[in-house]
C-alpha cells in the first residue's frame, strides 16, 4: 500500500494497524514531514512494517502496490493528471486507487453551503497556491467536484471510477484501471 501525501504518517499508521499482514509506504515531498512519520511509526511499533520516504506523487518507487491511497491532497498538486498516471503505472494488476479529497458538487452554484464557504477559502488561500507553486498544470483547487476528478483519473488510462461513500465534509472514490 502507498500513502502518497503522507505527511507525518497518521493515515498510514492508522492502516497497518488495522491490516496486520500488509506492508505499508508513505510518501511526501517535504523531508522534515517524513522525519516525523518515521519517528510516529518507531512509536507505534511498526516501523519493520511502515517504511516513509521523500519522494513526490510522480516519483515514488513502483512496489506493485495493491491500494494507493491519495488522502486529501490531489486537488494541491501542480499535475494531478501526471499524478494518476504514475499511480496506473505502479498500481498491481486489480488494484485499487483510494482517492478522498473535499465533498464538492460538479457545480458552482450547487456549493452553496457553510462547509462550501470555507473550503473556498482555503482552496484559494492553500490548495491553489500550492499547486501554481508546482507549476499547477491543471490547478484543481479543494472544490473540485466528482466530475473533474474522474476526468483527471479518465485522461491517466483509469476505466472504472466511483463514489464509494461520502460525509458532508469527504467525497470517497474508488478508483481502478
Known sequence: MADVGCGHGHSTILMAQAFAKSRFYGFDTHAASVDEARRNAADAGLAGR???DTAGAVDYPDKNYGLICFFDCL???GDPVAAARHAAEVLAPGGTVMLIEPFANDRVEDNISPVARLYYA???MLCCAHAVSEGGHLVLGAQAGEAR??????KAGFTHFRRAAETP???ILEVRR
Open 50 to 52: 511502515v517504511g516513509f
Open 75 to 77: 486537488h494541491d498538486l
Open 122 to 124: 482555503a482552496s484559494t
Open 149 to 154: 476528478l474522474a476526468d483527471v483519473f479518465g
Open 169 to 171: 465534509f469527504n467525497l
